[in-house]
């Protein structure tokens, strides 16, 4: 029987030993994130000032931080917002920057040109800047909303999805079924969604996945500037580096923060490379 | 509203300039190159010097300056302008301003502090007083936060500093980089290969502040080898550079091992070899050429990307740069310190931008004649 090409990409991937350990931990970090602070009631804003600085134990697997509060609790807590922002993120930025592309290689031409001049300019700037000053636009109606989160990120991150997305729309383009489709009178919307975007998901899919470790980067510099909105790994490295001193070391506080961050972080990487190998053989970077 | 409008319509013209013909490219391109050496040298030298100097500097610019280069300059002075405009926008969008303190000011005292700092209660009359500022009088207006004294007097000595730590970030990130992506991409498929393609993936993914506090742990306190934070020596600057170039060198490497091995498959690298040149050499002249091509066209990237992990590392080894200012000048509403620090990134930048363009037309001769 012939295989379709999502079956081999399919086995393609399953022989990527990295990737499928990639995807196992990582999904074991989110049910983690999502589920363990449930299951044993950890509080993350608790106070116990009595308790402050308790190395990693028996009762506090963690460590408490200079409140006193559980360590192993924010770390999970945080993580749901790393993880929220880096998906939701990606989700706003796939929105934009899909249509954007696909609009530009679609008309190519002139038309084409303007919008991707500008793409390139947006692309050179440091976009941390457009990043801070939307975040003080709703620096403070938005205490725990994080609406304004995906916004400002989403808004400076969909500039290589539309790259992207309009290099492979206009090879597409100029095929025979596009061309076809076009002769049978369907119109410029149908062609875009119904005949060349279900060509171009894969790559979205790759470029996705590697999407959102950078968000939540991203995020996490917003967080050390202390800008960021709620809990994140990002505030809880920063609060961590905040207590390095050559006196006394309080290693729990900055170690698995950082440990979960850079973790989530190489999966994220390892799948997304795995999952481009699988999809897109051709195009190893 | 109408300020939201004349932003789209700025962006419109913008898009625009990708059918400005030729002719009128050069001209413009000139006007605009004058224009802006002249505003430049207004701050160092004066005003009659400037307009000396911008007069020979825009004829320059008209007979020997090649078009492609014009083309940046008639899109990028305008978007410099744009962006003034959308960051003042922004910046009065953002609840509270810089007046507003603890302690209640009264009405007639906020007017008489809007009137002496030329910030007026809507965000397009500030635009017009900036930009009047600018090209006009020749400053960046006084810092509304930090009593008595102008931005320019802030940034002056917080400029070198980040200049100094983004240039030998940058330098750094692009040895490391080429260095580990030809190693690896010349011995494709060995340990050696694997190993800094690993370690090119360590480098993406941490942020850089993470691995700027495993520096500051191990160098600093575990081995005493170099000082925590601060500004002073050289070896202050080690750690932060690091910090900043890594993630960049990891990149860079990736970009240059998949150049390599695309152009080790070449025909002209056979031919090179079919001539009896010894291998070392088909490396250095023939193949580099290619493979540094991908690099230079992420270098403009890579400055951006550059400056915004300065923001964060400068906060934590306290270098006193531009990045601290910025950030500073942000959440103070410092209105007038926020896009002074802004202009001199963004100028950075743009420079920076046509540099790389510059290069990439040297390497790359299809380019050249295009003017694209």
Wanted: glycine residues 8%; aromatic residues 10%.
């Amino acid at each position: 029987m012939q295989k379709s090409p999502f079956q081999l990409a399919w086995q393609r991937l399953l022989r990527n030993r990295v990737a499928i350990i990639g995807a196992l931990l990582l999904t074991a970090i989110a049910l983690a994130c999502v589920f363990l602070p449930f299951l044993f009631e950890l509080d993350p804003n608790l106070t116990q000032p009595a308790l402050h600085h308790q190395p990693p134990s028996a009762r506090f697997l963690f460590g408490t931080d200079t409140l006193g509060r559980d360590v192993l609790a924010r770390v999970l807590v945080g993580g749901r917002t790393s993880l929220l922002v880096g998906i939701a993120t990606t989700a706003v930025s796939i929105l934009i920057g899909v249509s954007y592309g696909a609009v530009a290689g679609f008309y190519g031409g002139k038309v084409d040109e303007a919008m991707m001049r500008l793409v390139d300019f947006l692309y050179g700037l440091p976009y941390m800047f457009l990043v801070i000053l939307i975040m003080l636009m709703f620096s403070e109606t938005a205490r725990g909303d994080m609406l304004p989160v995906f916004l400002a990120l989403g808004l400076v991150q969909w500039l290589t999805m539309a790259r992207i997305v309009r290099g492979q729309v206009l090879t597409l383009r100029n095929q025979e079924f596009v061309l076809a489709a076009e002769l049978l009178g369907a119109s410029d919307a149908r062609i875009l969604i119904r005949h060349i975007l279900p060509n171009v998901l894969g790559v979205i899919v790759v470029y996705g996945t590697l999407m959102v470790p950078s968000v939540i980067i991203l995020e996490s510099f917003l967080s050390f500037l202390g800008l960021g909105v709620s809990l994140s790994w990002g505030q809880l490295v920063s609060d961590g580096i905040a207590v390095v001193n050559p006196i006394r070391s309080y290693w729990w506080l900055l170690l698995w923060p950082s440990l979960f961050l850079g973790a989530t972080l190489l999966c994220l990487n390892f799948v997304g490379d795995g999952l481009r190998d699988a999809l897109d053989p051709k195009a190893r970077t | 509203m109408s300020a939201a409008l004349a932003l789209l319509f700025g962006i419109a013209l913008l898009a625009a300039t990708a059918w400005c013909p030729p002719r009128l490219t050069r001209v413009l391109g000139s006007l605009l190159f004058a224009l802006v050496v002249g505003v430049v040298l207004r701050f160092a030298f004066g005003i009659s010097a400037a307009i000396a100097c911008g007069l020979v500097a825009g004829a320059l610019a008209f007979r020997f300056l090649p078009l492609l280069v014009l083309r940046r300059v008639v899109f990028l002075v305008p978007a410099l302008v744009l962006l003034i405009f959308a960051t003042t926008l922004l910046m009065y969008r953002a609840p509270g301003n810089p007046f507003a303190n603890e302690r209640a000011t009264s009405p007639q005292v906020e007017a008489a502090l809007r009137a002496q700092y030329g910030v007026p209660k809507s965000a397009p009359e500030f635009f017009g007083i900036y930009m009047r500022r600018l090209l006009v009088e020749g400053t960046l207006g006084p810092s509304i936060k930090v009593q008595g004294r102008t931005v320019e007097e802030l940034i002056a000595p917080a400029f070198p500093v980040s200049v100094a730590l983004g240039l030998l970030a940058m330098i750094l990130s692009v040895v490391i980089g080429l260095t580990l992506g030809i190693f690896a991409g010349l011995r494709r498929n060995s340990a050696a290969d694997h190993l800094s393609m690993a370690l090119a993936l360590f480098g993406i993914s941490l942020p850089s502040f993470v691995i700027g506090a495993g520096f500051m742990i191990v160098f600093s306190l575990w081995l005493g080898w170099l000082p925590v934070a601060g500004w002073g020596s050289l070896r202050h600057l080690v750690m932060p550079a690091l910090a900043l170039a890594l993630p960049n060198a990891a990149i860079i490497a990736r970009l240059a091992r998949s150049g390599m091995i695309e152009v080790m498959q070449q025909d002209f690298i056979r031919t090179a070899r079919a001539k009896g040149l010894p291998e070392s050499w088909v490396i250095a002249r023939h193949a580099l050429r290619g493979t540094l091509i991908p690099v230079v066209s992420f270098l403009g990237p890579a400055a951006a990307a550059i400056m915004t992990g300065s923001f964060v590392v400068e906060v934590l080894f306290a270098v006193p740069g531009m990045g601290q200012w910025f950030v500073k000048g942000a959440i103070n509403r410092d209105y007038s310190v926020v896009l002074g620090t802004a202009i001199v990134y963004f100028g950075m930048i743009i420079l920076f931008n046509l540099l790389v363009d510059l290069a990439y037309a040297w390497l790359d001769p299809r380019v050249r004649g295009s003017g694209a």
